[in-house]
């Protein structure tokens, strides 16, 4: 059912409909800071968005994962517990396009090992 990367990209898990220019954004952020992604399409799953982007993560030769729903993202990884989100971005649609470049240059840069961007729309568990 989930793909598992051997490239070393971020794993981006897509369920239900995306508003494609929404991701679009999430995706220039990880462009930008040069770190590869790879989407996903998640047919049907039964599992909550956060133990997707965990699974994400778990696949990812590069430890961290996304996953992403019609209302919500959530950047997850590896070595976090399945329910401890490393961020969660809520009614994205309506967020700015800011935000969502935001999330992608955190999953770059969580990659990188570099200082992360701090925007009070992002959600931790921690």
Do not use: C, W
Request: proline fraction near 5%; glycine fraction near 4%.
């Amino acid at each position: 059912m989930f793909y598992q990367a051997t490239k070393p990209v971020i794993l981006i898990y897509k369920l239900g409909k995306v508003p494609e220019d929404k991701l679009t954004q999430l995706e220039l952020g990880m462009e930008e800071e040069g770190i590869p992604f790879l989407k996903e399409t998640i047919e049907l799953s039964s599992e909550s968005i956060v133990s997707l982007a965990h699974q994400a993560a778990q696949s990812s030769p590069l430890s961290v994962g996304l996953a992403i729903n019609e209302r919500e993202i959530v950047l997850h990884y590896r070595n976090l517990q399945t329910e401890q989100f490393f961020y969660r971005l809520s009614d994205y649609p309506n967020q700015s396009n800011r935000v969502l470049r935001i999330l992608g240059t955190n999953a770059a840069k969580l990659v990188k090992g570099t200082p992360l961007i701090q925007d009070s729309a992002l959600e931790t568990s921690f």
